[in-house]
């Protein structure tokens, strides 16, 4: 009979219910405990999901024997600090994005993980769209050839969330859509990449819509007594070893025809475009002297779910993870190169 992994979770916010959903869809899995520091929204979660028990301090959580696994959905500004200790006290932790709020914290995280030899998993769900996964097959097998350049991005028209919220404030998210919906963009587009070597960053970021509370979505509400004191609006010019380039650009709000979320390949043999809200892959070459344009909608996958698989089979043993502790460093030198180039008005050199 396979184990059953026990796991925790650490915070009952909104992230928390999908993952729950996804627990219960994995047989491998089941829910020891969940914490947080509203111990009646955690409450509302065990009962509706059957969690036998309850905590408002995560230590305690950590504390019990029989969970094997953490998984933590807290406010950025915690996600170091939670994982750090589940890992020093024997647990396997999966990580929601964005690692954590500084590259300085993150590196920590990932030198505590190898100290302590468990598997400390970064939730980077996109990777594991099936347009995504035939993509990554299609760069492996050399249909782009050399890729030289790439444009992604994560644009919203309406999409502060939580104004006054921790979403909003520096000290507690480390930032607006650029550590929030860019650290998706960066990840994916990078990992299709390959992960070349980051030279020199340049970036700006912008305030526009929050601060005059505009351009807000309909999650979360308004708290008249927090603050907005993080960029609305992001772009990035990032130059890699080789002469290789990527540009980003991520926004909560701003004035654009529509919602998008994108990621732009330029190879030396073919070209492509993944459109992830259509959920399709375009793809462009030639055959001879002739263009040749082709587009691929693939059968839909849970992401999450195999996110999950993948990372109770590196409990197992049985595989690695797909989303590393040294990913997550790597894209934290790149967001915080960004902030500091926006800060200081200069190109931020990366030894």
């Known amino acids: ?67 094997d696994a953490v998984l933590v959905c807290v406010p950025n500004d915690l996600h170091a600090p939670v994982a750090i200790e589940a890992l020093r006290a024997g647990k396997h932790v999966l990580c929601e994005k964005p690692m954590a709020i500084n590259g300085d914290l993150a590196r920590q995280m990932a030198e505590v993980a190898r100290e302590t030899d468990r598997v400390l998993m970064i939730g980077q769900n996109n990777r594991f769209h099936s347009e995504v996964l035939l993509l990554k097959e299609l760069i492996e097998k050399g249909k782009l050839g050399q890729i030289y350049h790439a444009k992604t991005g994560w644009i919203r028209r309406n999409g502060i969330p939580g104004w006054g919220s921790w979403f909003t404030s520096m000290e507690r998210a480390g930032g607006g859509p650029l550590i929030d919906i860019g650290v998706h963009m960066l990840d994916l587009t990078l990992w299709l990449m390959g992960f070349p070597k980051p030279l020199a960053v340049f970036g700006q970021t912008y305030g526009v819509f929050g601060p005059r509370k505009k351009g807000l979505s309909s999650y979360g509400s308004i708290d008249e007594r927090g603050v907005f004191d993080v960029e609305d609006l992001a772009v990035a010019m990032i130059r890699f070893e080789g002469g290789v380039t990527l540009t980003l650009d991520v926004s909560w709000a701003a004035y654009v025809e529509r919602d998008r979320v994108f990621v732009n390949l330029f190879g030396s043999e073919g070209g492509a475009a993944v459109d992830l809200q259509d959920r399709k892959i375009a793809l462009f070459h030639e055959e001879g002297n002739t263009p040749v344009d082709s587009v691929i909608r693939p059968a839909r996958r849970d992401d999450r779910l195999h996110l999950l698989k993948n990372f109770i089979d590196s409990m197992e043993g049985t595989a690695s993870p797909i989303c590393t502790p040294e990913h997550g460093v790597y894209i934290h030198r790149i967001l915080d190169a960004i902030y500091r180039s926006s800060r200081t008005g200069e190109l931020v050199k990366l030894d």
Request: hydrophobic share 35%; no cysteine.
């Open 1 to 67: 009979m396979r184990k059953k992994w026990r796991f925790g979770i650490v915070g009952a916010g909104g992230i928390s219910e999908l993952h729950l959903k996804t627990l219960e869809k994995e047989p491998r899995a089941e829910v020891a405990a969940i914490s947080d520091v509203a111990v009646e929204k955690a409450r509302e979660r065990a009962e509706k999901h059957r969690i036998p028990h309850i905590y408002r301090d995560y230590r305690d959580l950590i504390r019990r024997e029989d969970v």
